[in-house]
């Protein structure tokens, strides 16, 4: 699709020196984190958008916000966070597009009613 190649585990693995594993499970963990989020808090503020779809594009732009602005405050507390390479406006795209689509999955999958 043209869009860069991303390894958010990676970077946090490389990020803190340890293993590509314990990459995969903070990024888990942080996804589960923001499903809950979504569950018990976004959804209810949601509560005048009929759409699931529209739910899980609004839910993943929140995402991504707080997603980056993690990454600034990691970044300025260790300078030795690789920095991304490339069109900075192409790689936040390509974030936003792939938090979107984690937001709409989310949406279509979580059920705060049933919780």
């Known amino acids: 699709m043209g869009l860069p190649k991303m390894n958010p585990p990676q970077m946090m693995a490389s990020t803190m020196e340890t ?3 314990v990459g995969w499970i903070i990024h888990l963990m942080i996804g589960i984190i923001f499903a809950l ?3 018990y808090l976004i959804f209810k503020l949601l509560t005048k958008v009929s759409s699931t779809f529209v739910k899980g594009i609004i839910f993943g732009i929140i995402a ?3 997603g980056e602005i993690g990454m600034l405050l ?3 507390m260790m300078p030795e966070m690789p920095m ?3 069109n900075m406006i192409v790689i936040a795209s390509a974030g936003l597009i792939g ?3 984690f937001g709409i999955v989310v949406a279509y999958i979580v059920k705060p009613k049933a919780i």
């Open 19 to 21: 293993s590509i594993i």
């Open 99 to 101: 938090h979107i689509i």
């Open 37 to 39: 989020i979504y569950a």
């Open 84 to 86: 991304p390479q490339g």
């Open 74 to 76: 990691m970044g300025a």
């Open 64 to 66: 991504f916000v707080i």
